[in-house]
């Protein structure tokens, strides 16, 4: 049964600082990795899809790793902005096309 | 490109009773997921849809039933509501295989009392 970890739960920075968020699974048996980002009781927006033959992909500020035979992922966020603020989710898939979530971690950043 | 829309955006309702919540796919997508977010928590998935039948499903009971129509549209069907029910209700559109990102709705907060 697939477990993910995500690490830390909650994060406060001043703005302008780069950030690293973890995310760790236990099934490495996965056909890809998604990234997302949810603002308050709002859906989830999609940031970054790695797939499981790839090890990194960027777009903007935003860049994610997948080391998929040690079960992590990463996302750097450059140069941070308030408008970062917000709850990221890191989602392996695999069997049925079922994406299994992680708790999540809450960003702060501060003006 | 529309989007994926979910309605209605907020349900109050009474234990016991029966809700539907409704989604709308992003155009051009035949797979539809529901997930339940718990406050705090990260989405759990439900059960997912393509072509019209269910294509896998989460460790939720069988009140918890779907349908999926030739539009690619979908509703959640929900009996004898729990208070352990009340949650943001999330519909995701995809095309089919594991390869696809998700899009998501704003989803249906419903409360249950």
């Known amino acids: 049964k697939q477990e993910v970890t995500q690490i830390p739960a909650a994060l406060s920075v001043p703005e302008g600082e780069n950030l690293v968020l973890n995310c760790s699974f236990t099934d490495s048996a996965i056909y890809n990795l998604q990234w997302f980002r949810q603002d308050p009781g709002k859906g989830l927006t999609s940031l970054l899809l790695i797939q499981s033959s790839q090890r990194e992909q960027t777009s903007g500020r935003l860049n994610a790793s997948l080391d998929k035979s040690s079960g992590r992922s990463t996302l750097y966020i450059a140069a941070s902005q308030p408008g970062d603020s917000a709850t990221y989710l890191c989602?392996?898939?695999?069997?049925?096309?079922?994406?299994?979530f992680g708790t999540g971690t809450r960003l702060k950043v501060l003006a | 490109e529309t989007g994926v829309t979910q309605s209605p955006t907020h349900l109050i309702k009474t234990r016991g009773q029966q809700v539907t919540l409704r989604c709308s796919s992003q155009s051009g997508h035949n797979t539809v997921s529901w997930y339940q977010q718990a406050l705090g928590q990260g989405p759990q998935f439900i059960f997912q849809?393509?072509?019209?039948?269910?294509?896998g499903r989460g460790n939720f009971p069988p009140r918890f039933s779907g349908l999926q129509f030739p539009n690619y549209s979908s509703e959640l069907n929900v009996n004898a509501l729990e208070l352990d029910d009340s949650a943001l209700y999330l519909c995701a559109s995809s095309t089919q295989g594991a390869g696809e990102k998700l899009f998501f709705g704003s989803g249906t907060q419903l409360s249950v009392l």
């Open positions: 849809y393509y072509r019209e039948e269910e294509n």
């Open positions: 989602a392996p898939v695999s069997g049925t096309y079922k994406y299994i």
